[in-house]
């Protein structure tokens, strides 16, 4: 305890001085420690406890060395002066005892021979019972039960099926001979199933034909902002660029309005490629189904110009 207490004594004794002469400094310059916690932006219980030297509510001695600083500093002081004059606290250190001093170093060099030689044989003795062992299991006749175990299940699995699809096959097989070999039957069968899908196929095929009943490629001569709609629904709006190349399919109509009709090229339902009209207009155009290849960008019963 004695070892503890007397540097704290000493810390408190010193910063006691030191306190009480930053007290009389900062009572000539008419400040307040309010003022002095604003300069400093240490708290005022900090600073009231190192002007009346109480260690208790301060932390660590290296923070009040900083502490002290700071606040000689903001009173005109030299800080590194009187931050130094307050003492640290030294720790104790155990005094290491010498490896000479150590039971290892007693050992004589016929004792690590020993050592040595136990070590060795101990490694030997284990690597040779992990071969022993990997050679043990390599050899045992595993593979031969097994192989021996599988003829014993081979026939019953494949007896199984062989009675049961061999009369299938065969009484399909003799069914379908005649059939085959009857060649006068296939060209009357032939012009029926051939005519039989045609009636079906047409129907199915009108959904598919308007899947994409209109295809629109567009390629810009120009610069020019362009808005299209797809089936009544807006699909791009936005300004294009000179050499763009874009294409849009409907099942009803797609509707291209263009803020200069001049610089947009559009080809129809794969048809030669137009400009929608003058440079510089503004021109609406709709695309339907129904529209005929006459049926130009241009044409007034489809452009509505601005």
């Not at 200069?260 to 189904?289: H, K, L, W």
């Amino acid at each position: 305890m004695s070892e503890i207490s007397l540097p704290q004594n000493e810390q408190a004794q010193k910063l006691a001085e030191i306190g009480e002469y930053l007290r009389q400094v900062r009572e000539q310059h008419d400040l307040t420690l309010d003022e002095m916690a604003g300069k400093t932006l240490i708290q005022v219980r900090l600073l009231k406890a190192i002007e009346s030297g109480n260690l208790n509510p301060l932390p660590e001695p290296v923070y009040i060395r900083g502490f002290i600083k700071r606040y000689s500093e903001a009173l005109g002081l030299n800080g590194t002066e009187i931050a130094e004059a307050f003492p640290m606290e030294n720790p104790v250190r155990p005094v290491q005892s010498s490896w000479k001093d150590t039971p290892a170093a007693q050992l004589r060099p016929l004792h690590l021979w020993a050592a040595y030689v136990v070590l060795i044989i101990a490694a030997v003795s284990g690597l040779s019972y992990v071969i022993s062992r990997s050679s043990f299991n390599a050899n045992r006749p595993q593979p031969a039960a097994t192989t021996a175990a599988r003829p014993a299940t081979s026939p019953t699995s494949a007896a199984s099926p062989r009675p049961v699809t061999s009369p299938t096959a065969a009484a399909t097989q003799p069914a379908a001979s005649p059939t085959a070999a009857a060649s006068p039957a296939l060209p009357a069968a032939s012009p029926t199933a051939a005519a039989s899908p045609s009636p079906a196929a047409s129907p199915a095929a009108s959904p598919t034909n308007t899947a994409q009943a209109v295809r629109v490629d567009m390629t810009l001569t120009a610069q020019s902002w362009v808005r299209v709609e797809v089936d009544g629904k807006n699909a791009f709006e936005g300004v294009l660029d000179e050499g763009t190349q874009r294409t849009w399919t409907a099942n009803q109509a797609v509707t291209v309005r263009a803020g200069n009709a001049g610089g947009v090229s559009i080809a129809f339902n794969n048809g030669q490629a137009q400009p929608m009209g003058a440079a510089g207009s503004v021109r609406e155009v709709t695309y339907s189904p129904d529209q005929n290849s006459a049926s130009l960008p241009g044409s007034p019963a489809n452009s509505v110009p601005q």
